[in-house]
T-cell receptor, first 112, second 111 residues
Framework: DAGVTQSPTHLIKTRGQQVTLRCSPK?????VSWYQQALGQGPQFIFQ???????QRGNFPDRFSGHQFPNYSSELNVNALLLGDSALYLC???????????FGEGSRLTVL | GQQVMQIPQYQHVQEGEDFTTYCNSS?????IQWYKQRPGGHPVFLIQ?????EVKKQKRLTFQFGEAKKNSSLHITATQTTDVGTYFC???????????FGTGTRLKVLA
């Protein structure tokens, strides 16, 4: 049984560019949450998707957007990248919160 | 907004010594979870506490949820080198659908 998979694992972008990160949840999970983790910090909640809709959002600007597909997989899009967007982006799946969060390995984004 | 703080930020211990990290929320929680993140890895679930005053044990790890459901602690007895990593608490409030992670405590164990 595959766990949570994320792609790509690493990527480098320049300021102003756009990026799309992808996540496939653990089998049987219907909820996907995205977190941003800067170096040495705790994960910061970006948003959560359930039934293909954004159910909750953290304190992130509109440059951060997402999508959930009928198969429960999800994408995180970030537009107009800033240097401060450099971080590890973690996808976590669960079955209807407040259950255990299963995290993927993350996508490490570097913005130059 | 809701904040979850942890102390200490860092802890270095000799192998065999005990370790404790404390987690404090600015608001009352419905439940709290604990995660461990190894260097270069991703957070891995350890346990969930739901009831006021709840205490749970996993081998050398003891987890406690405060009576007011605003604080929690993780205690490791006789640390081992395999305990190295950052320990995060994550608080959940019913109806918010999100876990707020603490600032983390980074543990180093010296052999």
């Amino acid at each position: 049984d595959a766990g949570v998979t994320q792609s790509p694992t690493h990527l480098i972008k320049t300021r102003g560019q756009q990026v799309t990160l992808r996540c496939s949840p653990k089998s049987g999970h219907d909820t996907v949450s995205w977190y941003q983790q800067a170096l040495g910090q705790g994960p910061q909640f970006i948003f959560q998707y359930y039934e293909e809709e954004e159910r909750q959002r953290g304190n992130f600007p509109d440059r951060f957007s997402g999508h959930q597909f009928p198969n429960y997989s999800s994408e995180l899009n970030v537009n107009a990248l800033l240097l401060g967007d450099s971080a590890l982006y973690l996808c976590a799946s669960s079955f209807r919160p407040p259950g255990e969060l299963f995290f993927g390995e993350g996508s490490r984004l570097t913005v130059l | 907004g809701q904040q979850v703080m942890q102390i200490p930020q860092y802890q270095h211990v000799q192998e065999g010594e005990d370790f404790t990290t404390y987690c404090n929320s600015s608001t009352t929680l419905s439940n709290i979870q604990w995660y461990k993140q190894r260097p270069g890895g991703h957070p891995v679930f350890l346990i969930q506490l739901v009831k006021s005053g709840e205490v749970k044990k996993q081998k050398r790890l003891t987890f406690q949820f405060g009576e007011a459901k605003k604080n929690s602690s993780l205690h490791i007895t006789a640390t081992q080198t395999t305990d190295v990593g950052t320990y995060f608490c994550a608080g959940y409030t019913s109806g918010t659908y999100k876990y707020i992670f603490g600032t983390g405590t980074r543990l180093k164990v010296l052999a």
